[in-house]
């Protein structure tokens, strides 16, 4: 029988998705531990689909991105694929891909700003930790 089903990841706990062509959507927003219960729900003659933008997380900064961390930990896994889009793959407004592509170059140039400061600051304790200690000056009565 075909069925359709939507449904929140809330409610994947404890169930194993048999013979299923499931959809996670918007899985930049799925923290890692449910992107891990999410998966683990694969039963037999399942497919599974996940899409996301990792450049749209909303999650809070203290927390990392289920897909991400999917994408990371699992890239070498025979049986999972991955596609990519990129800029040119954009089908909205002509004016998207530009958008994208001037929002990813300053994300770039972010990043490599926020890597000149942590080296920056590896490079002070370094110097710190390495100079001779402060010795206080006697003063003489």
Do not use: C, W, Y
């Not at 899985?27 to 450049?55: C, E, H, P, Y």
């Not at 926020?114 to 590896?122: L, P, Q, W």
């Amino acid at each position: 029988k075909s069925v359709i089903e939507i449904a929140p990841l809330a409610f994947m706990r404890g169930r194993t998705l048999d013979k299923a062509f499931v959809i996670l959507d918007e899985a930049q927003n799925a923290t890692t531990a449910q992107m891990r219960m999410f998966l683990t729900r694969m039963g037999r003659d399942a497919k599974f689909v996940i899409t996301g933008d990792g450049s749209q997380v909303d999650l809070p900064r203290n927390q990392r991105s289920g897909l991400l961390d999917a994408l990371r930990i699992l890239k070498d896994v025979e049986g999972i694929s991955t596609v990519r889009l990129t800029g040119m793959d954009i089908i909205r407004h002509r004016l998207v891909s530009s958008i994208v592509a001037r929002f990813d170059v300053d994300d770039a140039k972010r990043a490599d700003e926020a890597e000149a400061r942590r080296e920056a600051k590896k490079a002070a304790r370094k110097a710190h930790l390495s100079s001779p200690p402060h010795k206080p000056e006697q003063t003489h009565e």
